[in-house]
């Protein structure tokens, strides 16, 4: 059985794999160099949803990309580190996020109801859901990118075993235990920038 799971792991999973365990490392740290290692993990994933049908991935996937260097030089910028120090969702962020999570869903469980030849679309609208607002999150520096990202985590475990993507579905519960990690460190330097300040 572990033979056969092996035997289906491509080099192109497992590399992307590899980067991304690096990279949510590196975002833990609250570290810029995160979105080097997550550019190359996304051009890997790429190919490999593509070939698995899981179409809403590759769109999301095609989504971490434009966040990731968006994030990179948001990151990146001495003005924008000192200027927008890790911090909570308020007031019309929170709509924003929800209507992320609602509206990339509903476009995407229409698109693949109609468009694709789909067997998970529900599943794999979910999981894109949650991870484009986590996403938009990180990039803004927002600690509730670590919540929004564990739902989508843990909604991708059983739909990447579905798909026989073992790796991915280890990556996804590695990912899992990581955003939770993540979400005290950043509470900790957030306190620490502001030791006023309540966060969820």
Known sequence: MMQQIIQQISLGEALAVIFSIIQVILATRNNSKTYLFGIAGICLS????FISKLYAEFILNLYYLIMSIYG???WSSKTNQTQNPISSIQGKEHLIVWGIVVGTFVLFWNFL???TDSDVALWDSLVSAFAWAGMWLMAKRKIENWIFLNISNIICIPLMIHKDLYLYAGLSMF????AIIGYFKWRTIMQSQNPRSSCC
């Open 46 to 49: 790429l190919y490999v949803m």
């Open 72 to 74: 990179w030089v948001y």
């Open 113 to 115: 109801t109609h468009f």
């Open 175 to 178: 990912l899992f235990i990581m």
